[in-house]
């Protein structure tokens, strides 16, 4: 670290530094640099913890960027103890000599920021000079996309979690249709509608009677999503706001609640076009996002407030959420039973089910498995794509395999 300020080498550093956790993905801007350097002139560099908490309180303004702040600044200022806590994580891969860490294991995202700018065909064998074929390009270029398709959004790069927004960008949900109580005319109906025969009749002076036939209307459901932002959820609450804002944008009749230890509408912000706007906004107005979580009083807040203007018409509800309950599940099975009772199908989707060898074993988990009617998971492209499947044909009210999952929710094992 170059302490002399004198010449204003420092004040480029600490510049050189806010670009690198910009690109790592963290909202730092030209204000920001200058509110570093006054709050550092302010409190001094004595001490290397002097400058990381006066940094960390200018650059950090949410829970989930500590993680990608805390290893950008000692890999960037060069802390001498970070290669021994890495290499004490790869103990049981390691034999004989210590090797550096490879860049891999770092943060991906921190990783590409601090990585130097490869040079034009730096890398590439020089003897080779004819260009891959077009057959070949298309080739890798599927092999990526199906590869992003199943990546995890947690071990996504900068780079991939772009390419996965404007993938989640393209989607759309058809509309699934479901046969209401009103009926419109159809000559093929399997309806008589008698009311239209008679008046028919009359015109005619009721020489002749041709059958008027009707048949029930169909309209697609209602959808509600509730999305746990908890700190639990963080690595995966953004995507799932995009896949949640182009479900809006795609068809109407869609009401999205957000929810930590509190429960917020964010439907009417969801409505705009504008992406980034809407995130701005919400942002605003949630309080309690990468906070804990309280899913059993958010249920009761929404059964008791939001339920009767929303779950109309057989609405089809996505519970978004790990199941893990800062109250243990106090008062969550109660919630769960009438919020299944009011709807017509209750979706449950999980990221942890991203691990083969997990059960429903917590304590808000297990309240939630009894009333639930599917449960899947939400950790990569290709667990939306299929749930957008899912969504766009009538299913049976409870999903093939679930009762499964109850009894591993008692055992603890899957079978």
């Known amino acids: 670290m170059d302490a002399d300020t004198g010449g204003g080498r420092f004040a480029r550093n600490v510049m050189h530094f806010a670009r690198a956790l910009r690109a790592a993905g963290l909202p730092v801007g030209p ?98 000079e004819e260009p891959p074929t077009v057959e070949l390009d298309a080739i890798l270029t599927y092999s990526a996309r199906e590869m992003l398709q199943e990546k995890d959004f947690e071990q996504m790069s900068a780079e991939e979690l772009a390419a996965a927004r404007r993938e989640i960008g393209r989607l759309r949900l058809p509309i699934m249709r479901v046969p209401t109580r009103r009926f419109v005319p159809d000559p093929r109906g399997s309806r008589i509608d008698l009311r239209r025969t008679l008046r028919q009749s009359l015109r005619g002076g009721g020489a002749s009677i041709d059958l008027a036939r009707k048949e029930p209307r169909e309209r697609h459901p209602p959808l509600v999503i509730l999305c746990d932002i908890s700190g639990s959820m963080s690595r995966y609450s953004r995507m799932l706001l995009l896949f949640m804002h182009a479900i809006t944008n795609d068809r109407d009749r869609v009401h999205s609640f957000l929810f930590g230890t509190r429960l917020t509408n964010v439907t009417r912000y969801l409505r705009n076009r504008d992406i980034d706007l809407a995130l701005q906004q919400i942002g605003t107005l949630v309080k309690d996002w990468a906070g804990g979580t309280r899913i059993g009083a958010c249920l009761k807040e929404f059964n008791q407030v939001w339920s009767r203007r929303v779950l109309g018409q057989g609405a089809v509800v996505l519970l978004i959420t790990d199941g893990l309950d800062r109250d243990a599940g106090l008062g969550l099975a109660a919630e769960m039973e009438r919020l299944h009772k009011s709807c017509r199908r209750l979706i449950w989707l999980n990221p942890l089910l991203r691990f083969d060898a997990y059960a429903p074993i917590s304590t808000g988990a297990k309240a939630m498995i009894r009333h639930v009617d599917d449960f899947r998971p939400a950790h990569n492209l290709s667990s939306l794509r299929d749930l957008t499947e899912v969504l766009s044909h009538p299913q049976a009210r409870r999903a093939e395999g679930l009762s499964e999952w109850v009894a591993a929710s008692q055992t603890g094992v899957r079978a």
Do not use: C
């Open 31 to 128: 204000g920001r640099v200058l509110e570093a350097l006054k709050a550092l002139e302010k409190v001094g560099i004595e001490s290397r913890q002097d400058l990381y908490w006066t940094l960390h309180a200018v650059f950090v303004n949410r829970r989930d960027q500590r993680e990608l702040f805390d290893q950008a600044f000692h890999i960037f200022w060069r802390d001498p103890k970070l290669l021994e806590r890495m290499m004490h994580l790869l103990l049981p891969t390691l034999e004989g000599e210590k090797e550096p860490v490879p860049q891999e294991e770092m943060n991906r995202r921190v990783a590409e920021a601090l990585a130097p700018p490869k040079a034009p065909g730096e890398g590439e064998d020089e003897s080779e």
